[in-house]
């Protein structure tokens, strides 16, 4: 038999004293259990403990990394707007060299990276894994762009020595728009929009409003105002060095034969005369009489 234990109870002085029998077995169970229960708080006291200190610990952390990632931002974008820039002056660079007649610039074979997707990684990978990344990536785009950046103030300082000898051959390069408008059809073989077949299209069309201005392009002498055919009313500026624009489908000619005109000066206005189906303006640039693509040497 199993020893068993008497429990009493006294609840007051004057009450009548309570008493139950508890077997050991019982007791140990009891006791296992409170053990168990003690166990359990405490280990429960330390981990809410041990994570509140984690937590604390990693607030710096967290903090660090928002403004790190903020600071990656500003960063990407200021890097991306370089390069945007960068990319305009190499392009202008590349235009005003074929005017001067000076050798094309090497290819630029440098790429800056991408700064993207990285920024959302969690707290611990960006702490341990992901932040020397970035810096080493953002250097190294940096370094490209400052290579890039100096390769192209050598270029603008190579073009400022030409201009000095050229101002001449400049002012008589056709280099702004004639007019503002929208690129309707390109220089080069197009399908004609009156009988379907594909031609060889001369210059550029730019679409307009009735009676825009049209300016000349650089300082010339006009050599042709009237109407010539399927151009309608037409202006014909010589520019010396070769250079000839003309200027087809206008509404009102202003300039006149032997007019010397400037670079900016409006010379007539644009219309829908001759073979149009609408009012634009046809511009041609011809190099010693052949055409070329006016677009190659628009720089505004």
Known sequence: MPEKYTIMVVPKATSKMRSCKVSEKAIQISMSVLIVCVVAVGLFTYQFFSYRSRANQLMPLRMNYNQQKVRLQTISQTTANLKKDI????????????????????ENIQQVSGMGGGLEETLIEFAQKREH??????????????????????????????????????????????????????????????????????????????????????????????????????????????????FGHNSRLVAKVGDRVKRGQIICYVGNTGRSTGPHLHYELRINGVPVNPFNYLLN
């Open 87 to 106: 990319d305009r002056l190499e392009k202008f660079n590349r235009k005003f060299r074929v005017i001067l007649g000076l050798p094309k610039m090497e």
């Open 133 to 246: 990344e970035f810096i080493n990536r953002m250097q190294r785009d940096l370094n490209d762009l400052s290579l890039q950046a100096q390769k192209q103030q050598d270029n603008l300082l190579e073009l400022s020595e030409v201009v000095e000898d050229k101002k001449s051959l400049l002012a008589s390069t056709p280099s702004i728009w004639p007019t503002r408008g929208w690129l309707t059809s390109s220089y080069g073989y197009r399908n004609s929009p009156f009988t379907g077949q594909r031609e060889m299209h001369k210059g550029i069309d730019i679409a307009t409003r009735f009676n825009q201005p049209v300016k000349a392009p650089a300082d010339g002498v006009v050599t042709y105002a009237g109407r010539k055919g399927g151009l309608g009313k037409v202006i014909v500026v010589e520019h010396g060095y070769g250079y000839s624009t003309r």
